[in-house]
């Protein structure tokens, strides 16, 4: 008896604990620890959760970051290329200086030549000061 109400209705409430817990509650670790086991599907409360969760475990939260870096770049337009330079800035910030800086910059290079032929995607990747390949 699933069906696609049910559903929705489930990942709405998988949002409103996760929410709940990193808001009202301020638990970071709690709401971790829900996103993942009820499979948050919910973006925005992803990047809402990777912003509090940096200070328990920072490394933790770039495949968070990445995985909304890609979705970002699902979708084309200005908007959403600068959102993801902009993230993946950030996810250059938290790797510094740990052995996941190489594979943070790997992944905008990666990503650079993914989408070579968009221009305006380069355009914010250079703004932003990402890597290029050499």
Do not use: C
Request: aromatic letters at 8%.
């Amino acid at each position: 008896m699933g069906g696609p109400f049910r559903l929705a209705s489930f990942t709405q409430r998988a949002a409103e604990a996760v929410a709940f817990a990193l808001m009202p509650l301020n638990d970071p670790q709690r709401a971790w620890q829900l996103a993942h086991d009820l499979k948050l599907d919910d973006p925005l409360v992803w990047n809402d959760l990777a912003r509090a969760y940096v200070s328990v475990d920072k490394l933790a939260t770039l495949p968070v970051h990445e995985r909304l870096v890609r979705l970002d770049l699902e979708s084309t337009g200005a908007e959403f290329y600068g959102s993801a330079a902009h993230r993946l800035e950030r996810m250059r910030l938290i790797a510094s200086g740990t052995s996941e800086a190489a594979r943070v910059d790997a992944l905008i290079l990666e990503l650079r030549e993914e989408h070579r032929g968009q221009p305006r995607l380069q355009k914010e990747f250079d703004r932003f000061r990402l890597p290029r390949a050499r």
